[in-house]
Structures are given as structure tokens and as C-alpha cells.
């Protein structure tokens, strides 16, 4: 494991205190930063994110979706988690929290910008960092790529939809044109790009992809930092401000994160799914594609909207709480592994 790995939540830490620090001393080169957009588009958030996202992209294979019937109940699982209960299920949580119980200390006039940055926050299941988690929980590597290709295939079609679908049922006006044009150039530009990329550069030999693989990694890594800088930096004042605030938008996004690793785990267990599938099934399962989500919300509603501020309340916990989700899964291998042998023992009886 690298050392950005090892320490990534005393990265994101450093981030965050650096970033707040940066905007209070100097809102002003913020404030210019975040008036560099073209048709809604924020520039220096979308080099960031094509600098993040690209190189983890490169190392999606696109023929790994023959494999995926070879773990076809953990790939159902995540597939269920992702697309049928993680942003329907965050929708109902934040119109819960946000909208009825926690409305009484939540600025009036930001309730549904709150609410449209948690959907965006679950409505795209993560590409980056799933191989991370992957690779902390011993995954199984050929799944772990299968079910990430799957997904941004399907994330390709379904993300504006599902976005859009949550947005009108909770009566927040979508802007279509803004929400293509995001899709467009978060998801699809940068799919497009990598494949065009890995398939010119797998003409000749695989020792040249790891090769730039190791190179792009440091410009990812740092991308990534100074994505978080500039976030925090263009929200800083809020999240000083607002310090209640941010704890009360934590509290769905934790509550969502654990119910949907821990739904995706068991219903592994049940089917009889290996424990290296139900590892990364379960992550999957649960963390979020924070990158488009922050980029998305930006787009949308702007850099100091409710929206904005909802996803990068999402990054501020992503990785701790998936860690936490990590060290369960982890610990409880031998359960899971006693249960999941009945099962198969059941199925094989059966038949």
C-alpha cells in the first residue's frame, strides 16, 4: 500500500485545514477561481477532476464484463445497492432530516439545495477509489474490475435519469442542459478519452500502461489534493460559519453509507458469495463517486449553494467512515465466511 493510501485520512485532514485557511486569508483569489466558467462549467474544478479521474479510468477494462458472470450474485447484489436502494434511499433520508427533522436549525432558503447535493452525493457509485478499498479488504481483483466497469457503463445512461427522477419527485427544478452537459463531460468525455488511451497504449505491451500508470498516479494523487483544497477553500467561510450545519448534513450521509454497506454484505452472505466479492460488493455498495458529485452540484447550482456545500460534506467523510466500513468487514470474516458455507452447502443440496 502506498503511503497517500496508508495515511489518507490525514491527507484529507491537511487538505482541509489548508484549504479553510487559504479562503479566509484570501477569499478574493477564490472568489476570481470560481468565476472562471463556461456554461456553468467551472474550469478549475473540471482540469482537477479530468486530472483525478482519467488516470484511474486507464485501468478499467472494458472486457472485464465477460467475467461478470463468473461472481453473477455479487455483482446482482451491487447492482441492486447501487441503483435500486443507495439514491432512493438517501432521497428519503434527506427529505427526513433535512427537510422535517433537523429544518428547525438549517437556513430556510437552502433546504432543497441541501437536499439536491446529498442525491447528487448517492446517485453515482465510486470509481476511484472502490480499487483502494478493494485492495484493503483482500477483493477479488477480477470482480472488483468487472463491477466498476459495469457500473460506469451503466453510469453513462442512468446518472442524469436517476438524478433527474429525485430532483422532480422532490420538487426541485432540474436543469437539463446543465445536468447533459455535466454527464457529458464528467462521465462520458472521460470514459471515452481512457479507452481511446488504454487501447492505443495495450497495441503494443502491458509493461507500457504500468508504466504510465506509475507516472499518472502522483498527477492523480495530487489532483485530488488540490481538488480538495480549492473546495474547501471556496467553502470555507461556511464551513466555519456553519459548523452545525455540516454536522447535521453528516448525519444522512453516515446513516446511508452504513445501512447500504451492511445491506449489500448480508445479502452476499445469504446468497453464499465468496468473502473477497462481498468485501468490495459491500464498499461498492456504499461510497460514492464524490468527484462527479462535487463537479455535478457546482455545475448545477454553484459554488457556494447548499448543494456544493452537501457534497463536499461528503468528501470531508468519505474516507474515515470507509475505512470503518473496511475494519468491519475485515473483522468479521469468519462469521461471514460460516454463514456464507451453509449456504452454499444449502444450494448445493438443492440441487
Known amino acids: 500500500m502506498s503511503v497517500f493510501e496508508r495515511y489518507l485520512s490525514l491527507w484529507v485532514l491537511l487538505c482541509i485545514v489548508v484549504g479553510v485557511a487559504l479562503g479566509a486569508l484570501a477569499p478574493d483569489g477564490f472568489a476570481a477561481l470560481g468565476d472562471m466558467e463556461v456554461a456553468s462549467i467551472n474550469l478549475p474544478i473540471a482540469g482537477l477532476v479530468w486530472l483525478m479521474i482519467i488516470p484511474m479510468l486507464l485501468k478499467v477494462d472494458f472486457s ?18 447501487n441503483w435500486a436502494v443507495k439514491p432512493f434511499s438517501m432521497a ?80 426541485i427544478t432540474v436543469p437539463w442542459s446543465t445536468l447533459a452537459l455535466s454527464v457529458l463531460l464528467y462521465i462520458v468525455a472521460p470514459v471515452v478519452i481512457a479507452q481511446i488511451v488504454r487501447t492505443m497504449i495495450m497495441k503494443r505491451d502491458t509493461d507500457t500502461l504500468d508504466r504510465l500508470l506509475a507516472v499518472l498516479q502522483p498527477v492523480s494523487i495530487v489532483a485530488l ?56 460488493s459491500a464498499l461498492i455498495g456504499a461510497s460514492n463517486f464524490f468527484e462527479l458529485a462535487v463537479a455535478a452540484a457546482i455545475s448545477l447550482f454553484g459554488i457556494q449553494s447548499g448543494a456544493a456545500l452537501a457534497t463536499v460534506v461528503g468528501v470531508l467523510i468519505e474516507v474515515p467512515v470507509m475505512l470503518s466500513v473496511v475494519a468491519i468487514v475485515n473483522r468479521s470474516k469468519p462469521w461471514y465466511e460460516s454463514g456464507a458455507a451453509v449456504r452454499r452447502v444449502q444450494q448445493r443440496d438443492a440441487r
Not at 472485464?64 to 445497492?81: E, N
Not at 457509485?125 to 484493503?136: E, I, N, R
Not at 444522512?252 to 451492511?262: H, T
Request: charged share 10%.
Open 92 to 171: 428519503l433520508l434527506a427529505w427526513l432530516f433535512v427537510s422535517v427533522w433537523f429544518r428547525p436549525w438549517l437556513p430556510a432558503a437552502e433546504i432543497e439545495s441541501y437536499i439536491a447535493g446529498l442525491i447528487l452525493l448517492a446517485a453515482a457509485p465510486c470509481t476511484a477509489m472502490v480499487f483502494v478499498w478493494s485492495h484493503l479488504t483482500k477483493g477479488d481483483a477480477n470482480f472488483t474490475l468487472s463491477q466498476v466497469a459495469l457500473n460506469d457503463a451503466i453510469m453513462i445512461v442512468a446518472f442524469a435519469p436517476v438524478v433527474g427522477l429525485l430532483l422532480g419527485l422532490s420538487a
Open 225 to 280: 489534493l488540490a481538488t480538495l483544497v480549492l473546495l474547501f477553500g471556496f467553502q470555507g467561510e461556511k464551513l466555519l460559519a456553519q459548523s452545525l450545519v455540516i454536522g447535521l448534513l453528516a448525519v444522512p450521509i453516515l446513516i446511508q453509507v452504513y445501512f447500504n454497506s451492511g445491506l449489500a454484505y448480508l445479502l452476499n452472505r445469504a446468497s453464499g458469495e465468496q468473502h473477497s466479492v462481498a468485501g468490495p
Open 64 to 81: 472485464a464484463l465477460a467475467q461478470v458472470g463468473r461472481h453473477w450474485r455479487g455483482i446482482g447484489v451491487t447492482l441492486f445497492v
